[in-house]
C-alpha cells in the first residue's frame, strides 16, 4: 500500500488533493519525511506559501527525501530556485531554474489546455488538463510543454505539474493513480 | 489560449438548485450535487454554483454545500453568494472550492478584492459584474452602484482579480444572445479571461460569445437538463468550436 503526505502549509486546495488521492486507494499519513509520495500542494501567493513552508519546517523535509514527491501548480514553482512572484522569491531549490510571469495571452491562464509529453514518458495522456496560473517554471528539467508553457518538471525524485490533476476530471484520476503506481 | 470553456451555473437557495427569470420568480430545479455531478459527466468544463440569498449566518450551509460538492465533483468550481470576507472566502476553498466569486461586497468595499488576491492568489477570485446599458448594478442587480462598467472591470483588474464574470442583466433568462458589444468593450478593456453571461439562447449565441469572452456561463439554456449540455456541445463542434 502506498502511503502519502500532503503537505499541510496554509494553502488552500489540500482537501481537493486529499479526496481525489482518498478515491484511488491511497493511504493519507502525515508523516511527510517517511511517506512512499509526498504531495506539495498549493494555490496562492508565493511568498505567504514559502513563509508556511519554512514555520513548519516543511523545507528541510522537503529536501530531504529522497523518495518521490509531486509538486502541483504553485508546488512545482516553490521547488524552483526562485520565482518572480510578490518582488522574488526565493525557492526550495530541489530543481533548477525560475518561475516567470506569463508575458502572451489572458492572464490567469485559467481552462482546460492539452500537454504535449515525450511519447516515450507515458506520464500524461493525449488529452487536456486544467490550469489556473499566472507565472510558469523556465527549467532545463522541462519534460511536457502546454501552449510553449512547462507543464510537468522532473529532477531527481520531484515531479512537478502545473496543471491540477485533482480538478482535471478522469485524465487528472489517471495522471495521480501512475503518481502513486510509480511511488 | 486554453480551450474555451462552457460552465453551467446553479443558483442555489437553501441548499437546493433553483430558477429564476431576470432574477425572480424561482423554482426549485434539483440538488446541488447530482446536478453539479451529471453536468460534469456530460461535459462541462467548469460549473458556477451562486448562493442567491446567502446571508451572514448561512457561511456553514454554503461551506456545507461546496463540501459536498467536492466530494462528488473532479472538475473546477467556483463559489459565489454571500462572501464578504478573507475568512469568508478561506472556509469555501477549504471545503474544495477553486474559486469564489464576489459582487455586491466588492462594490461595497473594493478593498476586499485585493485581500482575496494576496491570501488565495488571483486566481481565485472571481468578480461578477451585473450590468445594464454600461453601468453596474448590485444587491442582485435591484440596485444602481454608481459606476461605470468598463471603470469597475479596469479597476477589478487592478486590485488584483483573477477573472470578470459579466451578466448582462437585460439579457438574462431571455434566451435572445449574449451582448457582444459589451463583452468585447471589456474583453478590450482588460487583460483577464472574462466570463460571458446572460441570454444564451441556442449555440450560435454560445459560439459568438466564444469568440469574445474565455468562457460562456450557461444558465436557462440548459434547461437544468445535462442533457442539453451534451446536445450543446455537439452543435457547437459543427459549428467549428473546439472544445475540450
Not at chain 1, 89 to 113: D, N, T
Not at chain 2, 108 to 113: S, V, Y
Request: with cysteine.
Amino acid at each position: 500500500m502506498t502511503t502519502v503526505a500532503i503537505c499541510r502549509y496554509g494553502a488552500g486546495n489540500v482537501r481537493s488533493v486529499e479526496l481525489a488521492l482518498q478515491r484511488l486507494g491511497a493511504t493519507l499519513t502525515d508523516d511527510v519525511a517517511g511517506a512512499d509520495l509526498a504531495v506539495l500542494p498549493g494555490v496562492g501567493s508565493a511568498r505567504t506559501a514559502m513563509d508556511g513552508l519554512r514555520e513548519r519546517g516543511l523545507d528541510q523535509v522537503l529536501r530531504a527525501r529522497t523518495k518521490p514527491t509531486l509538486g502541483i501548480c504553485l508546488g512545482l514553482q516553490l521547488a524552483l530556485e526562485e520565482t518572480e512572484e510578490d518582488g522574488g522569491v526565493e525557492g526550495l531549490g530541489l530543481v533548477p531554474g525560475r518561475a516567470v510571469r506569463i508575458r502572451e495571452g489572458r492572464v490567469p491562464r485559467i481552462g482546460w489546455a492539452h500537454v504535449a509529453a515525450r511519447p516515450q514518458d507515458q506520464i500524461v495522456d493525449d488529452t487536456a488538463y486544467w490550469f489556473a496560473h499566472s507565472y510558469a517554471a523556465e527549467s532545463p528539467a522541462v519534460t511536457a510543454t502546454s501552449e510553449g508553457l512547462a507543464a510537468i518538471v522532473e529532477h531527481g525524485s520531484f515531479t512537478g505539474v502545473q496543471f491540477h490533476p485533482e480538478k482535471s476530471g478522469a485524465a487528472g484520476a489517471r495522471f495521480l493513480e501512475r503518481c502513486l503506481s510509480r511511488a | 489560449m486554453p480551450l474555451p470553456r462552457l460552465i453551467p451555473c446553479l443558483d442555489v437557495a437553501d441548499g437546493r438548485v433553483v430558477k429564476g427569470v431576470r432574477f425572480e420568480q424561482l423554482r426549485d430545479v434539483g440538488d446541488p450535487v447530482e446536478l453539479g455531478a451529471a453536468y460534469s459527466d456530460a461535459g462541462a468544463d467548469e460549473l458556477v454554483f451562486l448562493d442567491i440569498n446567502a446571508t451572514l449566518d448561512q457561511r456553514d450551509a454554503a461551506v456545507a454545500t461546496a463540501a459536498r460538492v467536492a466530494e462528488q465533483v473532479t472538475i473546477p468550481f467556483t463559489f459565489g453568494g454571500g462572501i464578504r470576507s478573507v475568512d469568508d472566502a478561506t472556509a469555501v476553498l477549504e471545503a474544495g472550492a477553486d474559486k469564489v466569486s464576489v459582487n455586491s461586497a466588492a462594490l461595497a468595499r473594493p478593498e476586499l478584492i485585493g485581500e482575496l488576491a494576496s491570501v488565495l492568489g488571483s486566481q481565485a477570485v472571481v468578480v461578477a459584474i451585473d450590468t445594464e446599458d454600461g453601468r453596474v448594478r448590485s444587491h442582485s442587480a435591484t440596485r444602481d452602484a454608481a459606476r461605470d462598467t468598463l471603470e469597475w472591470a479596469k479597476e477589478c483588474q487592478e486590485r488584483g482579480a483573477g477573472e470578470l464574470l459579466v451578466t448582462s442583466i437585460d439579457r438574462d433568462g431571455t434566451r435572445d444572445g449574449y451582448d457582444l458589444e459589451q463583452l468585447e468593450r471589456i474583453g478590450d478593456a482588460v487583460s483577464l479571461p472574462v466570463i460571458a453571461s446572460g441570454g444564451a439562447g441556442n449555440a450560435r449565441h454560445v459560439a459568438d460569445a466564444l469568440e469574445v469572452a474565455s468562457a460562456a456561463l450557461l444558465a436557462s439554456i440548459l434547461h437544468e437538463d445535462p442533457q442539453r449540455l451534451v446536445s450543446l456541445r455537439g452543435e457547437l463542434k459543427e459549428l467549428g468550436v473546439c472544445l475540450r
